[in-house]
């Protein structure tokens, strides 16, 4: 079982940054694959960014390429997604998950967090 708890979102102008944290719990945070997923108001969930348990491969969507950045620390269990340039589109409620595998696809995502508002205002 993980538990997952994102942090960091907030308000935020055009071209600034923020870097949102997903705390989890459970011994076995480490032998996950975690990813980054957004929902957009009237939108359907889409895949941000993934990376593996070991965080020696990522994966991002077109949309935040060289924009964003996906990191882990497994000794404070914790992910990260730094992100830069946010545009108005980057408007969304963010959610962290863990997977077996590493996954653009949302459903093999077994533990979702509540989810930590990001808005960009232009």
């Known amino acids: 079982q993980v538990q997952l708890v994102e942090s960091g979102g907030g308000l935020v102008q055009a071209g600034g940054s923020l870097r949102l944290s997903c705390a989890a719990s459970g011994r076995t945070f480490s032998s996950y694959a975690m990813g980054w997923f957004r929902q957009a108001p009237g939108k359907e969930r889409e895949f941000v960014a993934t990376?593996?348990?070991?965080?020696?491969?990522?994966n991002y969507a077109d949309s935040v390429k060289g924009r964003f950045t996906i990191s882990r620390d497994n000794a404070k269990n914790t992910v990260y997604l730094q992100m830069i340039s946010l545009k108005p589109a980057d408007t969304a409620v963010y959610y962290c998950?863990?997977?077996?595998?590493?996954?653009?696809?949302?459903?093999?995502?077994?533990?979702w967090g509540q989810g930590t508002q990001v808005t960009v205002s232009s």
């Open positions: 990376i593996s348990w070991s965080g020696g491969s990522t």
């Open positions: 998950a863990a997977a077996p595998h590493l996954s653009a696809y949302a459903p093999l995502y077994n533990y």
